[in-house]
């Protein structure tokens, strides 16, 4: 991940015209799947995902069992037509890690206690992928585990912010700046990109991953911009879930 390939200008717009804090369009709908306990549709810039969570029930076979709390098992794939290049069905190692990383994150928010010898299954289905996937997929995940009534210590939401290579006036490169949410171009050409989830209420971080490279004050400037963009994400997640139940904010 390194490139000296120009992605935002001497104003500090991107190429696609946001500003470095701005975060690409996010639209979040609670409950559209009726076979699963709980569901969200998710649309994050040009990605899609569903999130469907099954149980808790029994998990099998039983001995993946844990007698004191229950297992947490997050699935997430790729449709093979949601990148341009088709993707070969199944899963490969980017899925599995991804998979592994998400299911940690979930589990720390899931009061798994309460159910013991129990499976919690989430299905993570990205139908379009623009960059930002893991984080949109486990953002619409902790919708669908709000939505499925299984007992949170919070809604879980990620985000992620990155670094972009830029051009000075006389056309020397410089070293970057660090942005918000990169989008397919940028991940792509970028510098480093840096995917956090929290637990909006503490500030709890559940996954950090990163990719390229960061000084460290990069790395806080950074680690503030997704912090930020995981609590603008948070409020939409809310308001999701208000909306399928038909509460408005005053009511809550
Ligand atoms: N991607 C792809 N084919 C693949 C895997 C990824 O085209 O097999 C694209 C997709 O758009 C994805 C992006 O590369 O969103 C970045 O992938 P990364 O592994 O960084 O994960 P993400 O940013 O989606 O969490």
């Given at each position: 991940m390194k490139s000296d390939k120009q992605l935002i200008d001497e104003t500090g717009i991107?190429?696609?015209?946001?500003?470095?804090?701005e975060l690409r369009n996010v639209i979040i709908k609670a409950?559209?799947?009726?076979?699963?306990?709980g569901s969200c549709y998710l649309e994050w810039g040009g990605n899609k995902v569903i999130a469907a969570v099954y149980g808790p029930?029994?998990?099998?076979?039983?001995?993946?069992?844990n007698s004191l709390r229950a297992i947490v098992n997050a699935r997430y794939n790729m449709a093979?037509?949601?990148?341009?290049?088709?993707k070969r069905p199944g899963p490969d190692r980017r899925s599995r890690e991804i998979s592994k990383v998400i299911s940690e994150a979930l589990e720390k928010v899931?009061?798994?206690?309460?159910?013991?010898?129990a499976a919690i299954d989430v299905n993570i289905e990205v139908l379009n992928a623009e960059a930002g996937t893991r984080c949109a997929g486990l953002t619409a995940a902790g919708v669908a585990l709000a939505d499925a009534g299984i007992p949170l210590k919070d809604i879980p939401v990620a985000c992620a912010a990155g670094k972009i290579g830029a051009t000075e006036e006389d056309g020397t490169f410089t070293g970057g700046h660090v942005v918000l949410d990169l989008g397919k171009e940028e991940d792509n050409f970028g510098n480093a990109d840096l995917p956090i989830a929290i637990?909006?209420?503490?500030?709890?971080?559940l996954l950090l991953q990163m990719d390229g490279h960061l000084s460290s004050d990069e790395f806080e400037r950074a680690l503030d911009y997704a912090i930020k963009g995981c609590h603008d994400i948070s409020k939409l997640q809310k308001e999701a879930l208000l909306k399928k139940y038909n509460v408005s904010e005053g009511d809550e």
């Amino acid at each position: 991940m390194k490139s000296d390939k120009q992605l935002i200008d001497e104003t500090g717009i991107r190429s696609d015209g946001r500003k470095p804090d701005e975060l690409r369009n996010v639209i979040i709908k609670a409950g559209v799947l009726h076979r699963a306990d709980g569901s969200c549709y998710l649309e994050w810039g040009g990605n899609k995902v569903i999130a469907a969570v099954y149980g808790p029930r029994e998990a099998i076979p039983r001995h993946s069992q844990n007698s004191l709390r229950a297992i947490v098992n997050a699935r997430y794939n790729m449709a093979a037509f949601s990148v341009d290049d088709r993707k070969r069905p199944g899963p490969d190692r980017r899925s599995r890690e991804i998979s592994k990383v998400i299911s940690e994150a979930l589990e720390k928010v899931i009061l798994t206690d309460y159910y013991p010898r129990a499976a919690i299954d989430v299905n993570i289905e990205v139908l379009n992928a623009e960059a930002g996937t893991r984080c949109a997929g486990l953002t619409a995940a902790g919708v669908a585990l709000a939505d499925a009534g299984i007992p949170l210590k919070d809604i879980p939401v990620a985000c992620a912010a990155g670094k972009i290579g830029a051009t000075e006036e006389d056309g020397t490169f410089t070293g970057g700046h660090v942005v918000l949410d990169l989008g397919k171009e940028e991940d792509n050409f970028g510098n480093a990109d840096l995917p956090i989830a929290i637990a909006p209420r503490t500030n709890e971080i559940l996954l950090l991953q990163m990719d390229g490279h960061l000084s460290s004050d990069e790395f806080e400037r950074a680690l503030d911009y997704a912090i930020k963009g995981c609590h603008d994400i948070s409020k939409l997640q809310k308001e999701a879930l208000l909306k399928k139940y038909n509460v408005s904010e005053g009511d809550e």
